[in-house]
């Protein structure tokens, strides 16, 4: 059954419908990437998890995932490069009843981003970052990210890519993140189960999604669409909750699995929480000690 | 500014819409030995957003490097077309992708010349190859540049490993203006 | 165009807002979707249903599509829409 | 188009009384005084005594203090703030305003309200770090990518490291701005006597939200002023903010329209508005042969210089930028008019303001910069022999 | 003091012949000409294929590139790599360029002969990416803290970007500084014939090594010129470098007297060299009613101006700025004595080189800039009206 | 027996005067300053590891710690705050001959220059990562770094700080370091021993060292003077080698040991190796294919 | 100007030098109700670089914050006194560290008042208030500011919980003031 | 000042680098060292030989030393030069 947005009222909308911008559709995206199949996993895990939508801000940084922020009906922030998780802190430690929702590409996040990333974890803010892993920095066209597997084939890495890359999750782990989870644009149920979980969970919460580029990353590195591609993550992932984080680099070129999962699941003082703690402590009987309370 | 033609090619991004200005200034400037400038604008999109490219030939060098009113618009969209069809001079050359452009009303003074670009293209194995077919086609209906400085510019700029592929589909664009427009 | 069992799927599509990736044809578990021949307004192809009665509604088209172009949902058995 | 609503300042928040102080403490209590309840920093030498009294501050007043990672992250932490509905700033000087270049440009595209505080020391680079200079005042102008306005004041005393501060949020929140508080160092850690009025007798300037409907809010929609209104995260807006170009509902645009409307508004919402945000004062300028244009610490050295200068029999009057950008080009064009030569001493060697004085002077009179290095204040007498040069 | 040693560019590394190519990739072919064996950057649109070209080039000429994790690692690590020996560059545009003006003032202090390639988009802040415009000017001048001089140049063609490539990395060579290789999206994206030469046609500068034992070297003593004699890591003179203000011997020294050496020497080893550093081009200036001066991009727009103008019967010439800093200002306050008007259009809103051009002409004939917002170039037109408005 | 500097030459010298710019002496640093300790280790290593001095560089960042580059007769860079190692990967890969050791604090390269940390240790960089912890940014009076401990009081702590500090031996082995040890000023012979060890190990080496600063840390939390500090190391020091560094995260205030060893000296191939292995490959034949070779 | 007293005190990082120039500006500003200002410069190192204070004691509003020539010079090190000796007013008060600072011949014109005041201050139980043991010494011997402000002064401006020690140690430096160059 | 037995230790203290920080006297193995009284000029009391003839010229107080003020060295034993 074919239809317009101009559904007939009795259907049921497009559960992502209410979340989009639908006047600036159609979206950016190519054909097949990945990054407007985790909006549907988030857009799900949102309604379920049943945060008012007007107490629900989202960052991005810069980069085709960075757009998410543009297309969200929610009070979205399309910041600068890498700075989504400094500027979240101001926003969330500035009006703690919002939940604030980190969403943004690997290069963003990881490459320049890197600081605030393990810095935020430190932390223990009360974030939930979603990292959508796309081994690239796509928008610029194609560069080397952080996370780029070893030998394939980036603008800058003509020639392959000889470095190591880094194993996010035990990244984010080793840093303080609380929760750390896994997946990828083929795992949709358990991506939205995952989103929906980091939301719930209070302190900062890490969703790494691999998700296909096809018009840059698989297609220089020759390995298909987005279909190859999903399908291959559902061939080749092998789920894995608990696993030690320290065993879930990917190494897509000598390896023939990928270690998905929720890895960590953890309950530790949230940074807003222990501020509050801290100075009402010290401050007892004083004035009221906490900014945005 | 003795003679001077000014082209500009307008699509979607993944069209190829740049490399078919490229290459055609390419043609002008490197196998004819005379003087081109390509310029571009394109969006933040990878695939999908309005992208053009305006090339202008001469003979001796391009100064003022863009394109007043075009002598040829070669419109592979129809948000191309419209809003470029303006710009384009009264006694120009208007080149369309049949499937994806509908004029409004046929414009009295143009030559018009239409191609199923990304038909065509399909049939010849890629749709990626679309741009080089309308160069191909570009090549028979206009005459601009000749055919040979063309291939040797489309062989030179395309992907290693995709030459004959191309080639290929500049033959087809080539033939199918040929066989439509000029032939009979 | 969808079928009754108990529950019955329904498919919702935006072709104009397909870009033909095939994905969701590629990923229903039963098959119930293929790409028509024709084009939409930007030359994508898009997906139609094939077997429309075999749809649980079970909206993983939905989560896949990058484009929000199609979704679908259970309804109970009755007259479709 | 929301009003501007001028309020008290919070009685519990302000310190009146008498106090001998440094410019950073103070600048710190007027802060406070306007209102700021969030600052995110990094230390740096000569500026960190403002957030750490911030710090020590905060918890009494209501704020918070977060000491970020580096200072990029404290220049965008606390636009994140500013949106999430509290009034802000950051702190810092030459290297770390360096790193905050791109972020300073993200407050003017986005109308992010809000406070950089700038301590000048010695440069370029680490150059001298406990020693004054006056040589990031273009930066605070030109210093991040593309075209944009923006507001610096630069206090000469201590009490005006109060009483701008305040002044310096009225106007971030007035005109949805960055606005740049340049001190330097000898202002900094300058200690004087301040006197803090009574809550009462400040005038702090409410965020100019909007009374709208969600259903009728356009985010980028100016007023009449140039100025759009205002929301916060949380309240049910929806909105979006973007550092690309970007139309009156916020949203992305690609158009080279949508960028002359936003860019062109960003620029006049503070050249027409300048008239309005300008202050400088005037010392003996009536009558004077040589008016002395200055700033900052240096306006002060300059002062000793005109008394030599009267010493010798020389008419000089100061003319002492409060405001540095907008520049007040008119007002020191008809000054130029009146006196027979301009003399301006600041403590860079480009000439940054002078620059700015010659081409607002137009050779209607000579204008002698009076250039000096950083790592000290001018010898009166450089600016006296100027002042005499600057005559013949 | 060492003479400046040219030697023929690297034959094998210099694809000599006619080639069709884009701005971007004819300025890294024009940086390996040079010599660059070292590149550091980080991808940004719309300067990345400079990169990208680099990297596949670099195996073949013996050359390195890295993608560092931000550019503020790519814009210090180049100076490490310049201190290790070799040529090196970074290459950015808007957002990436604001983030490295900390690194800018490090290599100007530590003179440190290195190329910094800014790509200009519209700004500001993210702006529109894939747009130009030529509002970074004033930033490659202004944009890092405190006192210094840099070179900044800006091509018009694709064989510019070729040509004066190499002369930004024999700039930097032969007065140590940062040069700011400004080019704007147009030139970068644009795609024109290019013939590089024969490597023997080629002239480029190599360091300034110092033929003196290690007891006898000072390294920040300088030449005649004011430019010190250089060293490298791992030649046994174990020297130090520092972004403090140094001494000769290149240690901290925190005396007013060090600084005023060490920064005045900055600002006047540019300065006073600045006549042997100026390049511009001179079109139909002889006999012209009006100058227009310009630069980039926009100066073969204001081309088609000149012809109008013409087709109008006013006499324009064009005066094209190649290097923008120094500012030819002499030249121009010349010009500024033989024409009736001057017409300065740029892709800026600020009249960032309009405004040194007012003060360089200080009233002699009047100054019209024909500001832009970028996302775009100039409609002709408009240049055109300003033309005949500035005689008006 | 007192001398001055000017010792009859038949007597040996001070071990460290060989590398240090003795007309700079006195240096900075206050009484008991625990950075010219390390700097005495730093020079015994060196003496003992026999690189040319003439091939060996040093880099530090901004701070107290900082200013170590600039006492030592080495080729010595004193760059910008948290920056050393991006300079140090440039001048590593423009001169591979060169042995480049980075020395700086905590706040310059776990606080401000986190990112290039974690980027360098990823990419196994051949550098020599020394870090000076005493858990303040001292050099600028006394603020909260990233490793300053729960409850301590730094300026902008002034009630005692309450976020969680980095472990950054883990951080160092997650990002990928081949390398780490933690010791104190007070274990001269064995912080001696670390330092020798991380310059021939090839590779992302990181050695952190616990050091006094009298003036202003010790003095704030009122902790006696450097003799406090070291007697306090001297016994709540645990010499754990092995340990896993998941387990070294320190908390003076909640736990009254401090884990200390070396953690972690694995192989790994070093970056410019793989580069050159990487290149030689690829492109057999060609030209010489590696910079600086 | 009328009246206006300027003050120098200058030592190494590390003793208190520009305390006590705040203590001694807060003392005529806040305590005796006129105007002060404190300029101060120092170097990166936390100790022992080179450190000074310059303070200015004025009736009214204090425009021009810095000294020319000191009435009153405070030289806690040698290299303090070498350093600005020559800029204390031919008639100026000059006072020193005695144990750390050599004059080396007696300035005739001035007047020269000598404290060791370290070792008091190690005598008080803590090297650390050296500053307020000269200050107290400077009040006796100069009598610029009165005992009550200065006293008011210190105790405000010295760290909670040391105040005793301070006011100790000021009581110190008072006393060996007026008994060595005052009383008698 | 320093005694013989089958190697000497050697101290050498430059006494004007000396902050007088008390580490080396502290942490001298064998309490060979001890604060002298008097100052140097920056007014720094600074370490002396209490009981030389016990150093084993472990160098420990040159490592220890964040001045470089003081170090030492084994010899055999000789006349002290
Ligand atoms: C400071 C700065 N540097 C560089 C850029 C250019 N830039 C824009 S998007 C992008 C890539 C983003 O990659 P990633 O985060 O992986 O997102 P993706 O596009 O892959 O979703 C880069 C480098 C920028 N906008 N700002
Ligand atoms: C960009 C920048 N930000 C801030 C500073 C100020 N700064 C100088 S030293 C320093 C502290 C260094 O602390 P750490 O690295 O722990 O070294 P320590 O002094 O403790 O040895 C800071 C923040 C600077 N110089 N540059
Ligand atoms: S370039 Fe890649 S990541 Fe970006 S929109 Fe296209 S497919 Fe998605
Ligand atoms: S709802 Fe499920 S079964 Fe129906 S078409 Fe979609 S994926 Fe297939
Ligand atoms: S997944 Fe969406 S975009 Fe892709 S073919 Fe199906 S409907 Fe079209
Ligand atoms: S402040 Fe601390 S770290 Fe710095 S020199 Fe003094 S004791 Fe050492
Ligand atoms: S060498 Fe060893 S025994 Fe001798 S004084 Fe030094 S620490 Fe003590
Ligand atoms: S360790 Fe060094 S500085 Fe400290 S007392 Fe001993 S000799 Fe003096
Ligand atoms: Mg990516
Ligand atoms: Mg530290």
Not at chain 2, 1 to 7: A, G, N, P, Q, S
Not at chain 3, 1 to 26: N, Y
Not at chain 4, 107 to 127: L, N, Y
């Amino acid at each position: 059954m074919n239809s317009n947005d101009s559904t007939e009222c009795t259907l049921p909308l497009n559960p992502v419908v209410p979340f989009l911008r639908t006047e600036r559709m159609p979206h950016i995206w190519c054909p097949g990437c990945g990054i407007g199949t985790t909006v549907n996993c988030f857009a799900r895990a949102v309604m379920d998890c049943g945060i008012p939508l007007d107490e629900l801000a989202i960052v991005s940084g810069i980069g085709c995932t960075g757009r998410v922020a543009g297309y969200l009906k929610l009070d979205s922030f399309h910041t600068t490069h890498g700075r989504a998780i400094p500027f979240a802190t101001g926003l969330k430690l500035s009006n703690p009843k919002l939940h604030v929702v980190v969403y943004s590409g690997d290069g963003d996040l990881a490459g320049i981003g890197g600081n605030h990333f393990i810095h935020a974890a430190r932390r223990n803010l009360d974030l939930t970052v979603i990292l959508v892993n796309n081994f690239t920095y796509a928008m610029t066209g194609g560069q080397a990210t952080p996370t780029a597997p070893k030998e394939s084939i980036e603008t800058t890495a003509p020639y392959g890519v000889f470095e190591e890359p880094f194993n996010l999750p035990h990244l984010a782990a080793s840093s303080g993140a609380v929760y750390v989870a896994r997946w990828t644009a083929y795992h949709v149920v358990q991506t939205k189960k995952a989103i929906l979980e980091a939301l719930q969970k209070k302190g900062f919460s890490f969703v790494e999604i691999l998700a296909p580029c096809p018009t840059i990353y698989l297609r220089r590195n020759r390995l298909g669409g987005a279909v190859e591609e999903l399908k291959y993550y559902k061939e080749h992932c092998v789920i894995q909750n608990g696993a030690d984080t320290k065993d879930v680099g990917i190494d897509l070129r000598h390896q023939d699995k990928v270690t998905i999962g929720k890895f960590l699941d953890i309950e530790k003082k949230e940074y807003y929480d222990a501020y509050q703690e801290h100075y009402a402590g010290l401050l007892k009987g004083g004035k009221q000690a906490v900014a945005g309370a | 500014m003795d003679k001077r033609i000014e082209i500009r090619i307008a699509g979607f991004g993944g069209q190829g819409v740049i490399l078919m200005g490229i290459i055609l200034g390419k043609a002008w400037a490197l196998f004819e030995g005379k003087e081109a400038a390509m310029t571009q604008s394109f969006g933040p999109e990878a695939r999908g957003g309005a992208c053009s490219a305006q090339v202008v030939l001469e003979e001796g060098k391009v100064l003022y490097p863009y394109t007043t009113q075009a002598d040829i618009l070669v419109a592979m969209s129809q948000e191309a077309y419209n809003v470029y069809a303006s710009s384009l001079k009264p006694e120009g050359t208007l080149l369309i992708e049949e499937e994806l452009v509908k004029l409004e009303k046929a414009l009295p003074a143009l030559r018009t010349f239409a191609i199923p670009a990304t038909r065509l293209a399909e049939e010849a194995g890629r749709r990626m190859v679309t741009n080089i077919v309308m160069l191909g086609f570009l090549t028979a209906t206009t005459g601009i540049v000749s055919k040979d400085a063309m291939k040797q510019a489309v062989e030179s700029s395309v992907p290693k490993g995709t030459e004959a592929l191309n080639l290929k589909a500049f033959e087809m664009g080539y033939t199918y203006g040929l066989e439509r427009y000029v032939a009979n | 165009m969808q079928r009754k069992r108990r529950f019955e799927g329904v498919v919702m599509i935006t072709q104009e807002r397909c870009k033909g990736c095939t994905v969701c044809v590629e990923f229903c578990p039963v098959h119930v979707l293929s790409m028509s021949d024709a084009f939409n307004q930007k030359g994508y192809h898009f997906p139609e249903l094939k077997d429309p009665e075999k749809c649980s509604g079970c909206d993983l088209c939905g989560m896949y599509c990058p484009d929000f172009a199609i979704y679908a949902f259970k309804r109970e058995m009755k007259e479709a829409s | 188009m929301a009003e501007l609503l001028y309020q008290h300042a919070e009685p519990e928040a302000v310190l009146s009384g008498t106090h001998f102080m440094d410019g950073n403490h103070a600048a710190c209590e007027g802060a406070i005084a306007a209102g700021c309840r969030f600052a995110a920093g990094y230390p740096i030498t000569p500026s960190t005594e403002i957030v750490e009294r911030f710090a020590e501050r905060a918890p009494h007043v209501g704020a918070m203090f977060i000491q970020m990672e580096d200072e990029i992250a404290s220049s965008i932490c606390l636009q994140g703030a500013v949106w999430g509905g509290l009034k802000a700033m950051t702190v810092t000087s030459g290297p770390g305003f360096s790193l905050m270049m791109e972020h300073t440009g993200y407050a003017a595209m986005t109308e992010t309200p809000c406070v950089f505080v700038d301590v000048q020391r010695a440069g370029p680079s680490t150059g001298l770090p406990t020693l004054p200079a006056q040589g990031d005042m273009l930066q605070c102008r030109f210093g991040s990518h593309g075209d944009y306005e923006a507001i610096a004041l630069c206090p000469s005393s201590v009490q005006e490291c109060f009483d701008f501060m305040i002044e310096a949020f009225n106007l971030a929140e007035a005109y949805r701005v960055p606005v740049f508080f340049m001190m330097d160092e000898c202002v900094g850690h300058m200690t004087e006597k301040l006197v803090i009025p009574d809550a009462r007798e400040i005038s702090v300037l409410g965020r100019r939200f909007t009374k709208k409907p969600p259903e009728e809010f356009l985010p980028y929609a100016p007023g009449e002023d140039l100025v759009p209104e205002m929301v916060k995260a949380g309240d049910g807006y929806r909105f979006h903010v973007t550092g690309l170009t970007h139309d009156e509902r916020g949203y992305p645009s690609t158009t080279l329209a949508t960028q002359r409307q936003l860019v062109v508004r960003l620029i006049e919402k503070i050249q027409r508005n300048a008239p309005k945000i300008w202050k400088w004062e005037e010392r003996n300028l009536q009558g004077a042969e040589v008016a002395v244009i200055s700033y900052g610490i240096s306006a002060r050295v300059a002062l000793k210089a005109i008394e030599l200068a009267k010493q010798d029999g020389i008419q000089a009057g100061l003319f002492r930028l409060i405001t540095v950008w907008p520049f007040p080009g008119q007002r020191i064009q008809e000054l130029a008019t009146r006196v027979r030569a301009i003399v301006v001493p600041e403590l860079n060697l480009r000439g940054q303001v002078a620059n700015e004085v010659e081409r607002a002077v137009q050779g209607r009179c000579p204008v002698v910069p009076v250039g000096h290095p950083g790592g000290g204040v001018h010898d009166p007498q450089d600016i006296f022999h100027a002042i005499k040069e600057a005559l013949s």
